[in-house]
């Protein structure tokens, strides 16, 4: 047990420090999932993290990556969301589709696919549901016809983030006639092949979020499936545990959080409900344990463990402390509560309403309940 | 005592749901959505035509003197189809002030004048765009200013059909109509949006009650699983125990006590509470679909954010139950206890 | 609408008042379930209210009732809880068997059982619960065998409220071989019959609180049964009805429990967390708003209404109402929280303790939801 | 930057486990309960061989020199059982005060001795009964008093198995020790409470857990139900979140600076608060089982509540937290930040 950084985290902490001071866009981008110009300039920033060799940090250096630690990882996380820099549009190439490659791609799959998702040059949207397979992912329907070397991929999917912009899709489809877990293969396909249609869809915020996409009788070479044929189920259960854990919700956005509302507090505290500062200090509690217990599973891991379950309790953690840490600022915030911010201004209802997809989105915290339930403590199915 | 509707209270609170149900429907709230208008003209003419606008006003000015109590039913109607118009901030709060500090006044005489209502609690002054007059509180005085007195700020809000203002105005250009009972006013807000929160969260429960029975997940619907049947049975919950506090509350508004004012904000706590439990129960429910503007959950989330930030904060009502209860006798035989 | 007390209302009001003024004894009796003289010394009491004719207020006069309505019932309570009087021993009789014998017991059934129920010379003991049937009580295994004339009982029944003193029980019994709800009759035992042992269980304050009773053969006549063979389980499920509902939490009880609370904050706030001032004034509402909801209920029932399964809606409320009230007390006692009280002083810590049962006793706040949801809500069994 | 616990952290703290948990059984447990005592000399004899008391004391005075974060893996592991030695108050936060102020002492080097403690803030002093000195707080000086020199008046208490005491003494008769640090005690004592808790909170979960395989309702065991799936998933989620929490304050307590504090004050907030809720599902899963005094749960409870409610109420936690909030710098660069 050692609760200090080494000197060399020190250093490593001030040169990511130093190069973002230097680079992060003074003002913030618009968002990626609004504007096709809010895309391409989070594109443009992939590339200037790339750049420094700071774009996927995590990745093994042979795959265009930096090859740090989750120490380091959370040191340069700490250090980003410090420095406000620019939300990754990359995220489904760096946490998902980026590790599931490493470790079921072939060599060749590996060095098509991995060079432009870590430039940035090929952004990744994720196609898992589909309008009758929400929590329950073997429901899917979409479908591979195999045709020589090619698949022709037929189906609807829906709640696809990043789908709306990005180049490229991977999502679960069916050999036809198969059922539940099985014939399920992990397949690739460019967003712009014909027969692909996509519509964008908007959130409770009023914002484009996400997108719906038909596939119909688009042929892509066999060489886009991931794994062996039949596999699909395997290797989507390997990702959900991905995207899941660790390495999807960084600590560092709710210490920023938190202090943020902190500072609300202070600059409210004379005009608001006293009853509400135990909540600021439970709302920076729970960041901080939040950030010990990954800290913890990173020392973990670095000594050899594997993730299990308890990413589900990780799951349930951060979507309901982000529920409330933004609700006591909307009751700090009290008659203004309702109001959109001054330009600018931290947009607490905005976060509020993304925090209300936590519990739904990457596995419904009731589906999370469920495994931590039967796989953490042995409850029968 | 008789805790119980009379038959005319439960039928015009029918035709007010009837009404509302029948324009005010999902198809509707996309159409002003797409139109960015939070204002269905004929829908007002229909409120109007149907007297809910004369409903607390005096018989002596043309109104149908019936009671909060009736008009809290109206507005938990409301609250059912998220209704834009500004029926209660109008008919239910300003118009009742302006009948009583000028009965002769010519807006009074107009039942579908529009009267938007400006207390100094209220950062912003909500539906100031479609009103004839503002009433504005200023050192107790009440001040009535006409659209061309008045300049007029868009202040965004989340709610897509409300509209919100900042208003800048000259109390030496309006018309002071003398010291107004503020009071008044805010008790009968606090009711009527804790009756609109019922109406809301009911809503939100049986929009997901209908999702939950249709969608199918491993197999069966996913109203079958008890975790989804918990989450709207804790919702039904909250409302049940919300409902008698609202009505009494409405029913007891004239007794002007500290006991009914303290009912009136136990009323608005509660309900507006009841209402983000069951939103936010029905948009988890819903699952990705919650989620999305396509379904309209998200309107009832947002306009009980609205109705639990206006009109007093919930410190301020939880401090007036607080005096009640710390000040005055408590117990059993005080539940409907009166000021001596 | 009319939220005051008609003229008559406020004389029965001062009446129950005066008499209970006159009648109440000075100090506490001894609880009924901790010892013989406790339970004799209740069973006293119960005495004293049938010679003012306050013993089973809202039984019809002709079976020894004082045939109040709800309102009266509730102006009753009101001021029983405000005198402090004694908790009725004889609850089981008053709530439960009594309103169910009148509804479906035979006259002679009547005649034999309601007086000495009404008068407290006989003290009754509910069984429904075995070790494998709690929830699930179409699991009863406990047979009752006819015999020409009799009926013999044998089984184990659990959880039995009074049973450690008191003189008759009843409870379900099915037909040898029937299965789930069919076969089961409602059969009432002496509970000093030959055969029958009972064994007290402590609760987890340390005082006795039910009895297990073990039936060996205990012949009772086919009179004792209530209603037709095989139609225990109807019978059962509309007791249960009364179990739940409106009759057996009278609002007075957390009335008189909020003040409390309001005067130990009082007294306490100097010293004790600020934040708790919240929870002092949320138990008083939900005190109220639990009053305030059954006095709707009484006024719908006097209209001609029917309770519904909103009664489980009420079950959810009290149980967690009470548990959130004992919890703020033992929160302002901060340091002195885990010290029983000074003799005379208000017992948090067993109310707290006895608040814990309200969730699962009288069916479980899981199952109350289940029938919320099922019932109310009209969601898919 | 590691926060994994050493193999020799974890062979000690199984050491414990393994002893607690062979000699600590609910056979045992009843049978104290019926001999109304709550300690077994011949534990504490064992607990004595194993070392566990002289952990804390540095090596110059017979002790073994670990940290704080080694013993409070044993405290977990005492709280796993419920085990009602002293343990935690004696080896944990009284002898080594006195190992502080008076390293001379005889009785700091007698293994053995077991040492009460009585901060100001706490209103009793527990397990008087069977200390061979009390640690008294007045004026922030620490008194050392001695069995014949204290008047005992058992406090009834909830916890069968805590002993409470109101101590009578005469600072004239008592050895004064000097000023002591009692927030390093306050420190221990809290990170020790969080610790206890922990295991406290594990257990009725297991408990609970075990009992739901085998508990068939319906057809099926009561844990194939979303409901108490749900119950019990929640408890755990609580308690991973307070573990990381607990060792890091425990490792961290020799910093004696106000980030430290506050994590100190966290960790007994969020583990007393788990164990809490940990009991009350364990409860409440185990239905009317889980309310009687045969089933064990109420140990859980009733010793989660005993640790939250001395050595600083939750008020007092929380306001640390909050100093160290309001007055030092936050955000995601501090989480391990030193006083500078």
Request: glycine fraction near 8%; include cysteine; charge should be negative.
């Given at each position: 047990?050692?609760?200090?950084?080494t000197?060399?985290?020190?250093?490593?902490?001030?040169?990511?420090?130093?190069?973002?001071?230097?680079?992060?866009?003074?003002h913030?981008?618009?968002h990626?999932d609004a504007t096709?110009?809010?895309?391409?300039?989070h594109?443009?920033?992939?590339?200037?993290?790339k750049?420094?060799?700071w774009?996927?940090?995590?990745?093994?250096?042979?795959?265009?990556?930096?090859g740090?630690?989750?120490?380091?990882?959370?040191?340069f996380e700490?250090?980003?969301?410090?420095?406000?820099?620019?939300?990754?549009?990359?995220?489904?190439?760096?946490?998902?589709?980026?590790?599931?490659?490493?470790?079921f791609?072939?060599?060749?799959q590996?060095a098509?696919f991995?060079?432009?998702m870590?430039?940035?040059?090929e952004?990744?949207?994720?196609?898992?549901?589909e309008p009758?397979a929400?929590?329950?992912?073997?429901?899917?329907?979409?479908?591979?016809?195999?045709d020589?070397?090619?698949?022709?991929?037929?189906?609807?999917?829906?709640w696809?983030?990043?789908?709306?912009?990005?180049?490229?899709?991977?999502?679960?489809?069916?050999?036809?006639?198969?059922?539940?877990?099985?014939?399920?293969?992990?397949?690739?396909?460019?967003?712009?092949a014909p027969?692909?249609t996509?519509?964008?869809?908007?959130?409770i915020?009023?914002?484009?979020?996400?997108a719906?996409?038909?596939?119909d009788?688009?042929?892509?070479?066999?060489?886009?499936?991931?794994g062996?044929?039949?596999?699909?189920?395997h290797i989507?259960?390997?990702t959900?545990?991905?995207?899941?854990g660790?390495?999807?919700?960084?600590?560092?956005?709710?210490?920023v959080?938190?202090?943020?509302?902190?500072?609300?507090?202070?600059a409210?505290?004379?005009?608001?409900?006293p009853?509400?500062?135990a909540?600021?200090?439970?709302a920076?509690?729970?960041?901080?344990?939040?950030?010990?217990?990954?800290?913890?599973?990173?020392?973990?891991?670095?000594?050899?463990a594997k993730?299990?379950p308890?990413?589900?309790t990780?799951?349930?953690?951060?979507?309901?402390?982000?529920?409330?840490?933004?609700?006591?600022?909307?009751?700090?915030?009290?008659?203004e509560?309702?109001?959109?911010?001054?330009?600018?201004?931290?947009?607490?209802?905005?976060?509020?309403?993304?925090?209300l997809?936590g519990?739904?989105?990457?596995?419904s915290?009731?589906?999370?309940?469920?495994?931590?339930a039967e796989?953490?403590?042995?409850?029968?199915? | 005592?008789?805790?119980?509707?009379?038959?005319?209270?439960?039928?015009?609170?029918?035709?007010a749901?009837?009404?509302?149900?029948?324009t005010c429907?999902?198809?509707?709230?996309?159409?002003?959505?797409?139109?960015?208008?939070a204002?269905?003209?004929g829908?007002?003419?229909?409120?109007?035509?149907?007297?809910?606008?004369?409903?607390?006003?005096?018989e002596s000015?043309?109104?149908?003197?019936?009671?909060?109590l009736?008009?809290a039913l109206?507005?938990?109607?409301?609250?059912?189809?998220?209704?834009?118009?500004?029926?209660?901030?109008?008919?239910?709060?300003?118009?009742?002030m302006?009948?009583?500090?000028?009965?002769?006044?010519?807006?009074?005489?107009?039942?579908?004048?529009?009267?938007?209502?400006?207390?100094?609690?209220n950062?912003?002054?909500?539906?100031?765009?479609v009103?004839d007059?503002?009433l504005?509180?200023?050192?107790?005085?009440?001040?009535?200013?006409?659209?061309?007195?008045?300049?007029?700020m868009?202040?965004a809000?989340i709610?897509?059909?409300?509209?919100?203002f900042?208003?800048?105005?000259?109390?030496?250009?309006?018309?002071?109509?003398?010291?107004?009972?503020?009071?008044?006013a805010?008790?009968?807000?606090?009711?009527?949006?804790?009756?609109?929160?019922?109406g809301?969260?009911?809503r939100?429960v049986?929009?997901?009650?209908?999702?939950?029975?249709?969608?199918q997940?491993?197999g069966?619907p996913?109203?079958?699983?008890?975790?989804?049947?918990h989450?709207?049975?804790?919702?039904?919950v909250?409302?049940?125990?919300a409902?008698?506090?609202?009505i009494?509350?409405?029913?007891?508004?004239?007794q002007r006590?500290i006991?009914?004012?303290?009912?009136?904000?136990?009323?608005?706590?509660?309900?507006?509470?009841?209402?983000?439990?069951?939103?936010?129960?029905?948009?988890q429910?819903h699952?990705?679909?919650?989620y999305?503007?396509?379904?309209?959950v998200h309107l009832?989330?947002k306009r009980?954010?609205?109705?639990?930030?206006?009109?007093?904060t919930?410190?301020?009502?939880?401090?007036r139950?607080?005096?009640?209860?710390?000040?005055?006798?408590?117990g059993?035989?005080?539940?409907?206890?009166?000021?001596?």
């Amino acid at each position: 047990m050692q609760l200090s950084y080494t000197p060399e985290q020190q250093a490593f902490r001030a040169e990511v420090r130093a190069w973002l001071e230097a680079h992060v866009p003074a003002h913030p981008l618009e968002h990626y999932d609004a504007t096709r110009a809010g895309f391409e300039a989070h594109r443009a920033w992939e590339a200037t993290l790339k750049s420094g060799d700071w774009g996927m940090v995590t990745w093994p250096k042979e795959y265009g990556g930096r090859g740090l630690d989750l120490i380091q990882w959370l040191i340069f996380e700490e250090e980003y969301y410090r420095a406000g820099a620019p939300g990754r549009v990359n995220q489904n190439g760096i946490f998902l589709l980026g590790p599931t490659l490493m470790e079921f791609g072939s060599d060749d799959q590996k060095a098509r696919f991995l060079p432009p998702m870590a430039s940035g040059e090929e952004i990744w949207a994720q196609a898992w549901s589909e309008p009758q397979a929400g929590s329950d992912l073997a429901g899917v329907r979409a479908t591979a016809r195999r045709d020589g070397d090619e698949y022709v991929l037929n189906g609807h999917k829906i709640w696809s983030s990043r789908a709306a912009f990005a180049d490229w899709a991977f999502g679960l489809f069916r050999e036809p006639g198969s059922e539940r877990h099985k014939g399920m293969s992990l397949i690739f396909f460019p967003l712009d092949a014909p027969g692909v249609t996509r519509n964008p869809i908007r959130k409770i915020n009023g914002h484009v979020g996400f997108a719906e996409i038909f596939l119909d009788d688009v042929r892509v070479p066999a060489f886009n499936r991931l794994g062996d044929e039949g596999e699909g189920w395997h290797i989507c259960m390997a990702t959900a545990g991905f995207e899941r854990g660790l390495m999807l919700r960084s600590p560092a956005r709710y210490q920023v959080a938190a202090a943020a509302l902190a500072d609300l507090w202070q600059a409210r505290k004379d005009r608001a409900d006293p009853a509400l500062e135990a909540d600021v200090v439970r709302a920076f509690m729970n960041a901080e344990a939040y950030a010990l217990n990954i800290y913890q599973t990173a020392s973990r891991l670095i000594a050899g463990a594997k993730i299990g379950p308890e990413a589900s309790t990780n799951k349930i953690f951060w979507s309901e402390m982000d529920i409330h840490l933004n609700q006591t600022a909307l009751a700090i915030l009290g008659p203004e509560a309702e109001l959109l911010p001054e330009p600018g201004g931290h947009d607490w209802l905005d976060d509020f309403i993304f925090s209300l997809a936590g519990p739904i989105y990457a596995g419904s915290n009731e589906i999370q309940r469920n495994i931590i339930a039967e796989r953490m403590l042995g409850l029968p199915r | 005592m008789d805790f119980t509707l009379s038959d005319e209270q439960v039928m015009f609170a029918q035709t007010a749901a009837t009404l509302f149900g029948d324009t005010c429907t999902p198809d509707h709230w996309h159409r002003m959505m797409e139109q960015d208008t939070a204002f269905d003209a004929g829908r007002w003419a229909q409120i109007v035509e149907n007297g809910f606008t004369l409903l607390l006003l005096p018989e002596s000015a043309g109104g149908l003197g019936l009671t909060e109590l009736d008009f809290a039913l109206i507005a938990q109607a409301a609250g059912y189809v998220a209704l834009p118009e500004p029926l209660v901030e109008s008919a239910g709060i300003a118009a009742p002030m302006l009948a009583a500090l000028a009965p002769d006044h010519a807006l009074s005489a107009d039942p579908a004048a529009i009267i938007a209502i400006a207390p100094a609690c209220n950062p912003v002054v909500a539906h100031a765009d479609v009103a004839d007059a503002i009433l504005m509180e200023q050192d107790g005085h009440a001040f009535l200013v006409l659209p061309d007195q008045v300049t007029l700020m868009p202040a965004a809000t989340i709610d897509p059909l409300r509209r919100l203002f900042r208003v800048t105005w000259d109390p030496a250009r309006a018309e002071d109509l003398g010291p107004a009972d503020w009071t008044l006013a805010l008790d009968r807000a606090a009711v009527f949006a804790a009756a609109q929160a019922l109406g809301l969260a009911q809503r939100a429960v049986d929009l997901a009650v209908a999702y939950a029975k249709d969608r199918q997940q491993f197999g069966k619907p996913i109203g079958s699983y008890q975790a989804v049947k918990h989450h709207l049975a804790s919702a039904q919950v909250a409302i049940e125990f919300a409902r008698p506090v609202v009505i009494a509350a409405a029913a007891q508004i004239g007794q002007r006590d500290i006991f009914a004012q303290a009912r009136i904000s136990h009323a608005r706590l509660v309900a507006t509470e009841a209402a983000d439990k069951a939103a936010r129960a029905s948009i988890q429910v819903h699952g990705a679909m919650g989620y999305s503007w396509e379904v309209d959950v998200h309107l009832f989330l947002k306009r009980a954010l609205a109705l639990s930030g206006s009109w007093g904060t919930s410190a301020f009502h939880r401090a007036r139950v607080g005096t009640r209860l710390f000040t005055r006798p408590t117990g059993p035989d005080q539940t409907f206890a009166r000021e001596a």
